[in-house]
């Protein structure tokens, strides 16, 4: 693999209009152009005009079989090729998580010459698609100032009405990862944090000293006027910290505010820095949360069932990022996106218009489409966001940080933006979850949309299925499959680590205050996450020894991961006791562990 050359700070990058330009242009009979429609790409004309983000490098995906797709000298050999008949240096730079492969562009490429880059890639049957690599904002709005009311959760015009839900689930069990701008340390939040990572490979965004490491921290995202395309200036945001509050702030501490999911764990996955964050970090950071393998990056001890990306950027849902959603919501986890501030259609920014995930509009105080919310038919929420144009007490409520540029002490401060309405949601998703954790990303979305309320003030432009419910959405899935029996649950969130070809392990729950003999029909919800689950036996253990076998192993079942819910006729088996769950890796090279299990009486 060749080195890059050092780049300057103040480096001329691509636009994403220019490569946009450039894929117009260049466009022939190609996979790119197929996978990304005509409707979605502007036409030159129009994207001459629009505002441009920066970008420097392209996102190249191969299709299954093509070397090039799993070797990285092929695909380095690759991009040099197709540099030389373009004319220009390309340099393979990394594999992404989802297989693609990262390709700098240069310097000083004009649109002509992006134009004949992607045209090699796109002449190449082998290519599955190639998409400029994005930069990504965070959509908030902030504002230090400290008040302590959270309408959001509990006012009856406009509120969430979470306490209600609490009855019910508090998020125990659940992680929630959160791909923002990282994490600064908050009283208020810590006993709820776990780790992450930081995915940023930038140093120019990053400015933290290096690249990607396994410290999610935030050291500022502040930038001087003339910086990051603005004429003014901007303090740092500690916009990670703020939505990490609104999730899973400590309760019942006798200080600050209380998250949604109050006993949910969050995983600071950083990705957001100076300026912004890049696809290719983005991308990353998906799949690593999600349970999947990124190359140079250890494996997650903390994987995600729910993830919060409070950010976005204007263009179609390239199939890059749409790759790496669609890979996440396949290991089972929940992806919870902002639907943008730009007062606009939803549909123009991404990630809210890609598939799969749960795109969140947001409302001010009085219930009303918040001014700045996008909005539109790819609007699948609404949820609390602030609306302070009319007071500061109507904004968000959540923990910050009071320095200007680096950290400084730990306060509180009300936001507005469709990133504060989203970690609402990411919230409500750990509520669910927690309550039932064989619920599918399919079937939770669902069950948000349909126990939604009307919102109190009329969205003729398109807010979605109206202003999430917490309590009445909790209720309809505690203790079913899909969403609509409920029952007595028994659960276990503690982690046991399952050993490679190793011993059986075991996770234990006791019983109380049942009466009698357990149903026909007990229901045994299964979490366990494994890179092979063909290797795994699962055993359910009654108080008196006896087995009920859940899962045999099986060579040919090699997908990730244990997400389930079994039936078991344990009629016979007096309820009261305590009963375990078995689980035994007997084949070799993959490891996993039990993330939690319950029992449904």
């Known amino acids: ?56 490098r392209l996102i190249v995906g191969y299709k299954a079989g093509a070397a090039e797709a799993t ?59 190639v998409v400029p690599d994005r930069l990504k904002k965070p959509m ?25 839900a609490w009855t019910t689930s508090t998020g125990t069990g659940v992680t929630v990862a959160v791909i923002d701008t990282g994490y600064v340390t908050h009283s208020d939040v810590a006993a709820n944090i776990v780790g992450g990572y930081d995915f940023i490979s930038d140093t120019a965004v990053s400015v933290d000293g290096n690249g990607r490491d396994s410290n999610p921290a935030d050291p500022g995202d502040w930038y001087a006027a003339g910086e990051c395309e603005q004429t003014e200036g901007s303090d740092s945001s500690w916009h990670g910290t703020h939505v990490a509050g609104t999730i899973a702030a400590v309760a019942n501490n006798s200080k600050g505010v209380a998250g949604i999911a109050y006993n949910a764990k969050i995983s600071p996955v950083r990705a957001l820095g100076k300026c912004g964050g ?31 990306m409070s950010l976005g950027g204007g263009g179609a849902c390239s199939a890059a990022t749409q790759s790496a959603i669609t890979g996440a919501v396949n290991r089972g986890t929940t992806v919870v996106v902002a639907a943008g501030n730009e007062n606009a259609n939803a549909s123009t920014s991404n990630p809210a218009n890609c598939n799969n995930v749960i795109t969140v509009g947001a409302t001010g105080r009085t ?14 929420i609404s949820a609390p966001g602030g609306e302070m144009s009319t007071g500061t007490a109507n904004g968000i409520l959540s923990t910050l940080n009071s320095g200007t540029k680096t950290p400084g002490t730990e306060s ?87 050993p490679d070809n190793g011993s059986a392990v075991e996770s234990s729950i006791a019983v109380t205050g049942r009466t009698g003999n357990a149903p026909s029909a007990l229901q045994v919800g299964v979490d366990i996450t494994h890179t092979y689950r063909g290797d795994l036996v699962i055993t359910l253990v009654a108080p008196d020894g006896s087995t009920y076998p859940l899962k045999a192993s099986s060579t040919s079942d090699s997908a990730d ?40 009486f």
């Not at 509520?431 to 969205?459: D, F, G, H, W, Y």
């Open 1 to 56: 693999m060749r080195t890059s050359p050092t780049r300057a700070t103040g480096r001329k990058l691509i636009s994403v209009a220019a490569v946009s330009a450039a894929l117009v242009a260049a466009a022939t009979t190609s996979v790119a152009v197929a996978q990304e429609p005509a409707a979605q790409v502007a036409t030159p004309d129009a994207t001459a005009q629009a505002v441009a983000a920066p970008a420097e």
């Open 71 to 129: 070797s990285n000298q092929a695909a380095d050999a690759d991009a040099a090729a197709k540099g030389k008949e373009a004319g220009e240096s390309l340099d393979f730079q990394r594999r992404l998580g989802t297989g693609a492969a990262l390709v700098d562009l240069g310097e000083e490429l004009s649109k002509t010459d992006v134009a004949d880059v992607i045209a090699e890639y796109q002449a190449d049957p082998q290519v599955a698609y």
């Open 140 to 164: 908030a709005d902030p504002n230090d100032t400290e008040y302590a009311k959270q309408w959001d959760l509990f006012e009856s015009t406009a509120g969430m009405r979470v306490p209600g």
């Open 278 to 308: 890049y696809d290719s970090d983005i991308i990353d950071a998906i799949t690593w949360a999600s349970g999947g393998t990124v190359s140079g990056v250890p494996a997650n001890t903390n994987v995600a069932k729910v993830i919060n």
């Open 367 to 380: 219930g009303a489409r918040a001014s700045y919310s996008n909005y539109g038919s790819v609007v699948d």
């Open 412 to 498: 509180y401060a009300y936001y507005q933006g469709t990133s504060m309405a989203t970690p609402h949601i990411a919230g409500l998703v750990a509520l669910m979850k927690s309550a039932n954790s064989s619920l599918t990303p399919a079937q939770i979305e669902t069950a948000i949309k349909s126990n939604a309320r009307a919102l109190p003030v009329s969205c003729s432009l398109g807010c979605g299925a109206g202003l999430a419910d917490a309590t009445k959405t909790v209720q309809a899935v505690s203790g079913s499959t899909g969403g609509g029996t409920t029952g007595t649950v028994f659960s276990s969130s503690t982690a046991v680590s399952i």
């Open 561 to 600: 991961n244990v997400n389930t819910t079994y039936t078991v006729n344990a009629s016979s088996e007096v309820a009261n006791g305590t009963w375990k769950l078995r689980v035994q890796d007997v084949a070799s090279s993959d490891t996993g562990k039990i993330n939690g299990w319950k029992l449904t």
